[in-house]
Structures are given as structure tokens and as C-alpha cells.
């Protein structure tokens, strides 16, 4: 069946530094793949998606390529920000109608001043 | 436009009672979904639906009933609450699942 595999945290990072969190996954056919954002004490909420290979999600600084070579979804950030810190969720659907959505386990970023 | 409601935001009830938690969304949104969040588990599907009148079960669905009378609303009812019923439940809609989740802020529920 489908899986997403992500990096284990927590990630610690000072203020300004380069962010990346890895995930990879396993499906079959093309899925769609999400990065998801949960603050505390919040519900989660979309971050970025991207449909198809090669695509690029983006939004709020952070961007993902879909990279169907390697079956990869990586997060990255320029320059974090303290108010960046959260737990991130990659995710994978397939397309079309309603389908399951595997979540990955989720990555706690702290981003220290 | 309020989104993804939920209510109550917290609860706690002993060991054998029931109640229902409260979803609402305003988007006119097909498909809605129940999970629950568990430390180091991720988030687990409990139910959905696709459509008014039209729900199905997810990996996790003992224990819980859901009803869709109406495209806004998606209750989820505890029948017999137990302490492994502890967690935090979100409430998720979308137009079609390839296109991402609208959430709502979650209800923590604790069962003593």
C-alpha cells in the first residue's frame, strides 16, 4: 500500500538558517503530495501541494519539488523564522474523487532566536 | 466564511459514556473525514463520507458511528467511551482529495 516516510525530529534550528525536511513515499500510479502545518494546539493546515512531476509547490517562503525519480517531496526554507516553528506533515493522494490520504508521521521544527 | 467548525474543544468523560463531537463546514464541500491524532502514530482515518446520505468506514472505526444528513454537517459519536479513545480528533472537508484538506482546530478528549 501507499507509505510516506519523513525525517524524524525534532529539527532545532537558530533563526535565518537554511530548513530542509525530507519525505518519500510509496504509491502507485502519480499521487497528488502535500505539505501540511500544524501550530500548537491548531488543526493542520495546507502548506503547499503539487499534482504532478516536476512541479513546484509554494507558499509563505517554503517550496517542494515533486520529484518522481526519486519518489521524493523535500521541504525547504531559505531563511526560518522563529514563528515557523511547528510540526510539518507530508502527505500523499491519489487524484480523483475521494481517496485515502496517507500521512507521514509529522517532523517538530524549533526555531531558536 | 468560518471553514471547518468543531465543537467541543475539549471534553472529558468517564469510561462508558457517549457523546457526539461536532463538525461543520461551510464550503459546500463533498467529502469529509474523521481522524484521530495519536503521539508517534500520525493521524489515523476513523470515517468518511462522500456525500450527504453516503458514509464509510477508515482503519480505525470501532468503537465510533458517523450519519451525513446534510453536506455541512459530519458528526462522529462515541457509543461506550474507553480510555484508549484519549486523543485528539480533527474533522477534515474537501472538494476532492488530490486537492488537499480544509481542517478544523480539533476537540481533545480525554476518557477516565
Known amino acids: 500500500g501507499d507509505s510516506v516516510t519523513q525525517m524524524e525530529g525534532p529539527v532545532t534550528l537558530s533563526e535565518e538558517a537554511f530548513l530542509t525536511i525530507n519525505c518519500t513515499y510509496t504509491?502507485?500510479?502519480?499521487?497528488?503530495l502535500f505539505w501540511y502545518v500544524q501550530y500548537p494546539g491548531e488543526g493542520l493546515q495546507l502548506l503547499l501541494k503539487a499534482t504532478k512531476a516536476d512541479d513546484k509547490g509554494s507558499n509563505k517562503g517554503f517550496e517542494a519539488t515533486y520529484r518522481k525519480e526519486t519518489t521524493s517531496f523535500h521541504l525547504e526554507k531559505g531563511s526560518v523564522q522563529v514563528s515557523d516553528s511547528a510540526v510539518y506533515f507530508c502527505a500523499l493522494s491519489a487524484q480523483g474523487g475521494y481517496q485515502k490520504v496517507t500521512f507521514g508521521t509529522g517532523t517538530k521544527l524549533q526555531v531558536i532566536p | 466564511n468560518a471553514g471547518v467548525t468543531q465543537t467541543p474543544k475539549f471534553q472529558v468523560l468517564k469510561t462508558g459514556q457517549s457523546m457526539t463531537l461536532q463538525c461543520a463546514q461551510d464550503m459546500n464541500h463533498e467529502y469529509m473525514s474523521w481522524y484521530r491524532q495519536d503521539p508517534g502514530m500520525g493521524l489515523r482515518l476513523i470515517h468518511y463520507s462522500v456525500g450527504a446520505g453516503i458514509t464509510d468506514q477508515g482503519e480505525v472505526p470501532n468503537g465510533y458511528n458517523v450519519s451525513r444528513s446534510t453536506t455541512e454537517d459530519f458528526p462522529l459519536r462515541l457509543l461506550s467511551a474507553a480510555p484508549s479513545q484519549t486523543s485528539v480528533y480533527f474533522c477534515?472537508?474537501?472538494?476532492?482529495?488530490?486537492?488537499?484538506?480544509?481542517f478544523g482546530s480539533g476537540t481533545r478528549l480525554t476518557v477516565v
Open positions: 504509491a502507485t500510479g502519480y499521487p497528488s
Open positions: 477534515a472537508s474537501s472538494y476532492g482529495t488530490g486537492l488537499g484538506y480544509t
